[in-house]
């Protein structure tokens, strides 16, 4: 089988700085005896569809599928899918995979990083730094605290996992509390001020929907102990921005880590950025230079599943 008869075909797409290269070289060392084609222009994307099996990107529309005769898999590199043609993927009978869990180690990373920068207070050493200041301060432990994780998708529990080593108690938020979960307790977001209530640490790693959003508001906020940290690693409108910059600059919490904002990007002129309390990063905690390997990863498994007619694993269609 030739590079233009393919078993996959990689199409275009640029994440974290690497491109449709980067993947069909990790997607070829997992699949050595397959033929990986890697599609560079619209016309070789087309051409090439036409007899792959499997199809691995960011986007596919339907004059693609249309023409795609022999397509039996569509494997997205995003974890959301919903930018899809679903329907018409289900019409030709192409399964759809998605990218869930290829953010687990880099974000939880992240998660443990902001909770032990705002413990040891390292935005207060960088500025005494700054002014060469020698001044002692006192700091806390992540050490035996207590964790209110909203969200135990892959990123949520693998933040759970992460916090196991620091003896956290962990409790979860999740749509479906009667499934459990990875943490010490397990609510519901109907119960989500139960859940923030005795929480030193508050982390958003939920996806934003009609009931997500605007989560975090003025009576949410009132809810977190005063020494309370938000960490939001999952979309900046779950939180009421006005009400979180009043309770920071007011002490009524003690700090925010935040990796998404709402406006975003954040505004030259906006409050949030003159808050000694608030860590800020531009929406860069999912950057890793291991995402196509993870990717690649989970394609590779889904190409012996499908050969063995088994249960494909991230099968989201």
């Known amino acids: 089988m030739s590079e233009s008869d393919p078993d996959v075909v990689v199409l275009r797409q640029t994440i974290h700085g690497s491109d449709a290269r980067d993947l069909t070289a990790a997607v070829r060392e997992r699949l050595p005896n397959s033929t990986v084609a890697m599609a560079r222009t619209p016309d070789e994307e087309r051409d090439l569809l036409e007899t792959a099996r499997i199809a691995v990107g960011l986007h596919i529309d339907e004059p693609q599928l249309a023409a795609a005769e022999n397509l039996e898999l569509f494997a997205c590199v995003f974890a959301g899918t919903g930018h899809l043609p679903?329907?018409?993927?289900?019409?030709?009978?192409?399964?759809?995979?998605?990218?869930?869990?290829?953010?687990?180690?880099?974000?939880?990373?992240?998660?443990?990083?902001?909770?032990?920068?705002?413990?040891?207070?390292?935005?207060?050493?960088?500025?005494?730094?700054?002014?060469?200041?020698?001044?002692?301060?006192?700091?806390?432990?992540?050490?035996?605290s207590t964790a209110a994780v909203v969200g135990l998708g892959a990123i949520g529990r693998t933040v759970v996992d992460r916090l196991d080593a620091f003896d956290v108690e962990t409790i979860g938020v999740r749509y479906s509390p009667e499934k459990g979960g990875p943490t010490d307790e397990v609510y519901g977001f109907d119960e989500f001020h139960e859940a923030i209530a005795d929480a030193e640490y508050v982390v958003l790693a939920c996806p934003l929907t009609e009931a997500t959003r605007g989560l975090v508001d003025a009576e949410a906020l009132r809810t977190m102990r005063s020494d309370a940290v938000l960490i939001n690693v999952a979309r900046g409108p779950i939180v009421d921005t006005d009400a979180l910059v009043s309770d920071l600059r007011n002490s009524r919490i003690r700090g925010a880590a935040l990796d998404v904002t709402d406006p975003e990007p954040l505004p030259e002129d906006h409050p949030l950025w003159g808050l000694s309390n608030v860590t800020i990063t531009p929406h860069n905690a999912g950057h890793t230079p291991h995402y196509y390997d993870r990717v690649a990863e989970i394609l590779a498994e889904n190409v012996r599943r499908l050969d063995a007619g088994d249960d494909l694993k991230n099968l989201v269609a």
């Not at 990373?109 to 413990?119: L, P, S």
């Open 86 to 144: 679903r329907d018409a993927l289900a019409d030709h009978g192409v399964a759809v995979t998605n990218a869930s869990g290829v953010h687990g180690p880099n974000i939880s990373e992240y998660v443990v990083g902001a909770m032990v920068t705002h413990a040891r207070q390292w935005q207060r050493a960088h500025r005494q730094q700054a002014r060469r200041e020698w001044r002692n301060y006192e700091t806390t432990e992540v050490y035996g």
